[in-house]
C-alpha cells in the first residue's frame, strides 16, 4: 500500500474505496442517470479528496478534488441544463490545480533545461487550439464562451504541470486533457449512432479517473 499502517490505515482504505467506486461506475457509464449511478461516479474523486485531507496534504488539492467531485454529480445527472453548471465546477478546479502546480513548480527554465518539457508543453498547447477551431462551430452560442475559458484554464492547467519536477503530475495533468477532448468531441463531434459512442464512454472516464489518482498520489507521495 502506498501510505504507512497497512489496509487498515485511513488513507490507504480511502484509496481502495475511491478505487472501487470508480470501477463500479465504469460498469454504469452507459446506464441510464439514476441516483445510485450519481453516487458512484461522485464517490471516486470525493474519496480521493478525504485521502488528501486526511494524509495533510495540500489544501488546494484537497478543494481541486471535491471541486471536480462537484463536477461530477452535475454530469452524472446527463442533463443539458447541468452541463454549465458542471463545466463551472471543472474550471474551478483547473485554476486550483494551476495554483498548486505554481507552488510546485521550477519555473520556465525547466522547459529549456528539458526539451522534452518544452516539446509537452508546445503539444499542449497546439492540440487544444486545433481542437478549439474544430469545436467552435459545433457549439451552441451560449457555450462559445465558456468553452473558450474553460480551454483556456485547461491549457493553463497542463502547460504549468509539465514545470512541476518528476512526471506524474505532468502525466496526470495531460490524462486530464485527453479525458475531456474526448468528451468534448463526444458532446459536440461525435453523433449519437456513432459506432465510436461506447468506447468514448468508458474512455473519458477511464482517463479522467486515472488523471486524478495520479495527480493525487503524485503530490501526496512526492
Not at 460498469?27 to 453516487?39: D, E, G, K, L, Y
Not at 464517490?43 to 488539492?61: E, M, T
Not at 498548486?100 to 497546439?126: D, K, M, N, Q
Not at 462551430?137 to 491549457?155: H, K, S
Request: glycine fraction near 8%; hydrophobic fraction near 65%.
Amino acid at each position: 500500500m502506498p501510505f504507512a499502517g497497512g489496509i487498515e490505515a485511513t488513507e490507504n482504505g480511502l484509496l481502495l474505496l475511491s478505487a472501487v467506486a470508480a470501477i463500479l461506475f465504469g460498469f454504469m457509464v452507459h446506464r441510464p442517470a439514476s441516483w445510485r449511478r450519481t453516487i458512484a461516479k461522485t464517490a471516486g474523486v470525493f474519496l480521493l479528496g478525504l485521502l488528501a485531507y486526511s494524509a495533510g496534504g495540500p489544501l488546494l488539492l484537497a478543494l481541486a478534488l471535491m471541486a471536480s467531485a462537484a463536477g461530477d454529480a452535475a454530469l452524472a445527472a446527463e442533463e443539458e441544463r447541468w452541463f454549465l453548471p458542471g463545466l463551472i465546477a471543472f474550471l474551478i478546479a483547473h485554476l486550483l490545480y494551476v495554483v498548486l502546480f505554481v507552488t510546485g513548480s521550477a519555473g520556465a527554465g525547466i522547459l529549456i533545461a528539458e526539451p522534452l518539457r518544452c516539446v509537452w508543453a508546445g503539444a499542449i498547447v497546439v492540440a487544444a487550439a486545433l481542437l478549439l477551431m474544430r469545436l467552435l462551430p459545433a457549439l451552441p452560442d451560449a457555450m462559445r464562451i465558456p468553452v473558450i475559458v474553460y480551454t483556456l484554464a485547461i491549457v493553463a492547467m497542463g502547460v504549468v504541470s509539465v514545470t512541476v519536477p518528476g512526471y506524474a503530475i505532468a502525466i496526470g495533468a495531460t490524462l486530464f486533457i485527453v479525458s475531456d477532448a474526448i468528451l468534448a468531441i463526444r458532446k459536440y463531434l461525435m453523433a449519437e449512432t456513432s459506432p465510436h459512442e461506447i468506447w468514448a464512454g468508458y474512455a473519458v472516464w477511464v482517463f479522467y479517473y486515472t488523471a486524478q489518482l495520479v495527480i493525487t498520489l503524485g503530490v501526496l507521495l512526492a
